[in-house]
């Protein structure tokens, strides 16, 4: 069977061969590669950052202060939710996210440029404020865009398998940082590294941009969004109204959205910093973060299969009921007694929790919200949700184990999130906003 011969700027038919949907999920979820990159280095990296861009002379304030611009960088995600989901809901899913790409690539080579402190003084650290405000500004609608763009290109009774592929590529990009990580820390002395050697897992980054984005300019518009072309698309005023309107689906969306951000943030993000607090070695960590990465990107289509197969509620309240049992017991357990080979347990435990929610979760959410409005519907809950939880989840952790002496309690914090997601999921179903029969059944 020929590929099509639709241009890159127009629709695509859909892609019927196993090359043609590996190359259209490669094309989309590029940019989902390069933002969770830099988001994995900022957090393992967050103490010679904050020595760097943050010298207070306490390295408890230093490294607050730094995953505090960390998590700032997140609540620029619901503003852009709104602007650049409703951008892409309106111009299309191609041109929508070529724009976010470009504004993550300019944020990530503003980190990766800056100065230091001891060289420019305070323009360092607002720099790389601007930087962190404009990732999160772009990755407001990359991941809703991303999703809607898998969701829609799947065929029927496969739109979870699809759509797994989104979070499928973050962890790609945590197996890669991780690998980099690993190298520079037995290659380099930590002198070094503090220094100077930090920085080129972000120079790694910014090479790797002009790839993306010629991957980018070849994708092509989904059928769905194309079937729509002649029909009269809501503008940015209407976007917003629909937003408020339906505010309870996004509210409820974002509670959806609680745990997986949560989780994610904990077990990869964070996990360094905690091995740290752990006192374990820094190459202990990367490795639990690299197998962690792989371990997600394993359970995250299954995950997406099994919801498939017997519906998204099964998957989604089993999980979150599994989390708030057992989060606080088994970060407990891996504090008793920090080793390598408990927190690697702890953590895939997490993982295979985490990936089989998210699995189940993103095409659930893409499902639910209304089609005009669908990538700034998914795009706000998940914003908000990501914002809320999931963006501060490091320094949240890092504040729960100095205030309560307890190196197991961010335990509590992903209970709690878990705690969320289970009453969000009760109350889609009870509304029927999410139908109850298996979505394969769906024609």
Same mark, same amino acid.
């Given at each position: 069977?020929?590929?099509?011969?639709?241009?890159?700027?127009?629709?695509?038919?859909?892609?019927?061969?196993?090359?043609?949907?590996?190359?259209?999920?490669?094309?989309?979820?590029?940019?989902?590669?390069?933002?969770? #990159?830099?988001?994995?280095?900022?957090?393992?990296?967050?103490?010679?950052?904050?020595?760097?861009?943050?010298?207070?002379?306490?390295? #408890?304030?230093?490294?607050?202060?730094?995953?505090?611009?960390?998590?700032?960088?997140?609540?620029?995600?619901?503003?852009?939710?709104?602007?650049?989901?409703?951008?892409?809901?309106?111009?299309?899913?191609?041109?929508?996210?070529?724009? $976010?790409?470009?504004?993550?690539?300019?944020? $990530?080579?503003?980190?990766?440029?800056?100065?230091?402190?001891?060289?420019?003084?305070?323009?360092?650290?607002?720099?790389?404020?601007?930087?962190?405000?404009?990732?999160?500004?772009?990755?407001?609608?990359?991941?809703?865009?991303?999703?809607?763009?898998?969701?829609?290109?799947?065929?029927?009774?496969?739109?979870?398998?699809?759509?797994?592929?989104?979070?499928?590529?973050?962890?790609?990009?945590?197996?890669?940082?991780?690998?980099?990580?690993?190298?520079?820390?037995?290659?380099?002395?930590?002198?070094?590294?503090?220094?100077?050697?930090?920085?080129?897992?972000?120079?790694?980054?910014?090479?790797?941009?002009?790839?993306?984005?010629?991957?980018?300019?070849?994708?092509?518009?989904?059928?769905?969004?194309?079937?729509?072309?002649?029909?009269?698309?809501?503008?940015?005023?209407?976007?917003?109204?629909?937003?408020?309107?339906?505010?309870?689906?996004?509210?409820?969306?974002?509670?959806?959205?609680?745990? $997986?951000?949560?989780?994610?943030?904990?077990?990869?993000?964070?996990?360094?910093?905690?091995?740290?607090?752990?006192?374990?070695?820094?190459?202990?960590?990367?490795?639990?973060?690299?197998?962690?990465?792989?371990?997600? #990107?394993?359970?995250?289509?299954?995950?997406?299969?099994?919801?498939?197969?017997?519906?998204?509620?099964?998957?989604?309240?089993?999980?979150?009921?599994?989390?708030?049992? $057992?989060?606080?017991?088994?970060?407990?357990?891996?504090?008793?007694?920090?080793?390598?080979?408990?927190?690697?347990?702890?953590?895939?435990?997490?993982?295979?929790?985490?990936?089989?929610?998210?699995?189940?979760?993103?095409?659930?959410?893409?499902?639910?919200?209304?089609?005009?409005?669908?990538?700034?519907?998914?795009?706000?809950?998940?914003?908000?949700?990501?914002?809320?939880?999931?963006? #501060?989840?490091?320094?949240?952790?890092?504040?729960?184990?100095?205030?309560?002496?307890?190196?197991?309690?961010?335990?509590?914090?992903?209970?709690?999130?878990?705690?969320?997601?289970?009453?969000?999921?009760?109350?889609?179903?009870?509304?029927?906003?999410?139908?109850?029969?298996?979505?394969?059944?769906?024609?």
């Amino acid at each position: 069977m020929q590929p099509s011969s639709t241009p890159s700027t127009g629709a695509a038919n859909p892609p019927r061969t196993l090359w043609e949907i590996i190359r259209a999920i490669v094309r989309v979820t590029s940019g989902n590669f390069l933002e969770m #990159f830099d988001f994995f280095l900022f957090g393992f990296y967050a103490r010679q950052i904050s020595h760097v861009f943050f010298p207070t002379g306490n390295a #408890f304030t230093s490294l607050m202060s730094t995953f505090a611009v960390f998590g700032v960088g997140f609540l620029m995600r619901p503003l852009g939710a709104v602007i650049l989901g409703g951008y892409i809901d309106k111009a299309g899913r191609r041109k929508g996210l070529i724009l $976010t790409m470009s504004l993550m690539a300019l944020g $990530t080579m503003l980190i990766a440029f800056v100065p230091g402190y001891a060289t420019i003084g305070l323009l360092a650290p607002i720099l790389v404020l601007i930087g962190r405000l404009l990732q999160g500004f772009s990755a407001g609608a990359e991941l809703g865009g991303v999703s809607v763009y898998l969701a829609e290109l799947a065929p029927p009774g496969k739109k979870g398998l699809y759509a797994a592929w989104q979070s499928g590529s973050q962890q790609i990009s945590i197996m890669v940082a991780a690998l980099l990580g690993y190298v520079i820390n037995t290659g380099m002395d930590p002198s070094t590294i503090a220094a100077w050697g930090w920085r080129i897992p972000f120079f790694v980054g910014c090479l790797i941009v002009p790839l993306i984005f010629m991957l980018r300019r070849k994708m092509e518009e989904t059928p769905e969004f194309a079937a729509r072309a002649h029909q009269s698309r809501p503008s940015l005023g209407e976007v917003a109204a629909a937003l408020l309107r339906d505010w309870p689906i996004m509210l409820a969306g974002m509670c959806l959205v609680a745990m $997986t951000t949560t989780a994610f943030y904990l077990i990869t993000v964070y996990a360094p910093a905690f091995g740290k607090a752990l006192n374990l070695s820094i190459t202990d960590s990367l490795m639990v973060a690299l197998l962690v990465a792989i371990s997600n #990107f394993i359970w995250l289509p299954i995950g997406g299969v099994i919801s498939d197969r017997y519906g998204r509620k099964v998957v989604l309240i089993t999980t979150t009921v599994l989390t708030i049992v $057992t989060a606080y017991p088994a970060l407990s357990y891996l504090a008793a007694a920090p080793s390598f080979e408990r927190m690697l347990g702890v953590l895939l435990w997490l993982s295979c929790l985490y990936g089989l929610y998210n699995g189940a979760l993103i095409p659930a959410l893409a499902e639910v919200m209304p089609q005009k409005v669908r990538v700034a519907g998914f795009s706000i809950a998940y914003s908000l949700a990501t914002a809320i939880f999931g963006g #501060f989840t490091p320094l949240i952790s890092t504040a729960l184990i100095h205030t309560t002496h307890d190196r197991g309690a961010p335990g509590y914090w992903m209970s709690f999130a878990a705690l969320c997601a289970v009453l969000a999921t009760l109350w889609f179903y009870r509304k029927k906003a999410v139908s109850q029969a298996a979505p394969s059944a769906r024609p």
